[in-house]
């Protein structure tokens, strides 16, 4: 099984940078794809971006240009790399990937817990 801990989130100003982090553990054969989710009160989850094993990298219209997600296969770890932010930005970002068990053979898919980002002015 893969837990999974996102860290990184905190208050930012408009314009800011922010770098958020999302280590998986445990124990499983192989990741697959990771992705970022965020959240705001009311609304559904949305995807903000997504990274393959073999890092082809997808993301939200919303956040294309300033957004950057990237992952580190030896360390089990996915990033997201968020410039320019705006209000609308301010969310609960949450980490999930998809992973092969030990026992296998089907995928199976993880949540983190959420890390907020706050936007201000």
Known sequence: QVQLVESGGRLVQIGGSLRLS???SG????????KWYRQVP???RELVASVTRDGDRTYSDAVKGR?????????NMVHL????LKPEDAATYYCNAD??????????????QGTQ???SS
């Open 42 to 44: 009311g609304k559904q």
């Open 67 to 75: 957004f950057t997600i990237s992952r580190d296969n030896n360390k």
């Open 81 to 84: 790399q968020m410039n320019g």
């Open 22 to 24: 999302c280590a998986a």
């Open 27 to 34: 124990s499983f054969f192989r990741i697959d794809t990771m």
């Open 117 to 119: 980002v706050t936007v």
């Open 99 to 112: 992973y092969l068990p030990l026992s296998g053979p089907k995928s199976v898919s993880r949540w983190g």
